[in-house]
């Protein structure tokens, strides 16, 4: 079980010290903002391929090389978290929808 944060004498959670709240705030943006970037990134690419007549297999198949590079140079640095696969799956349903889109 996870320990839980300390309680105020009413019982409600004490509320995380502010230079940690803005901590993760800027975190939370910084993280959201990169996904929304990846995913309107997906997007363009796999219209532009669908409108070459490329594959939706391929267009997989290449995401799916780039995350293995990606994931390969982060190891190497040290920077490898483990969550290259959650990112890699998140790519993939997004292919298969935006492949489906008629824009």
């Known amino acids: ?3 839980q944060m300390a309680k ?3 019982g409600s959670p004490n509320p ?3 230079e940690l709240d803005r901590a993760l705030r800027r975190a ?3 993280t959201i903002a990169a996904l929304t970037a990846l995913r309107k990134a997906v997007l363009l690419h796999v219209g532009s ?3 070459r007549g490329v594959s939706l297999s391929q ?4 995401f799916q090389e ?4 990606v994931k390969e140079t982060a190891e190497k640095d040290g920077d490898g978290d483990g969550e290259h696969e959650t990112i890699a799956a998140e790519m993939i349903k997004w292919t298969d ?5 008629s824009d």
């Open 1 to 3: 079980m996870a320990p």
């Open 8 to 10: 105020t004498d009413d």
């Open 16 to 18: 995380l010290p502010e």
């Open 28 to 30: 939370t943006d910084r």
């Open 49 to 51: 391929e669908r409108d």
């Open 59 to 62: 267009i997989k198949l290449d």
């Open 66 to 69: 780039i995350v293995s590079r």
């Open 97 to 101: 929808g935006f492949y489906k889109r």
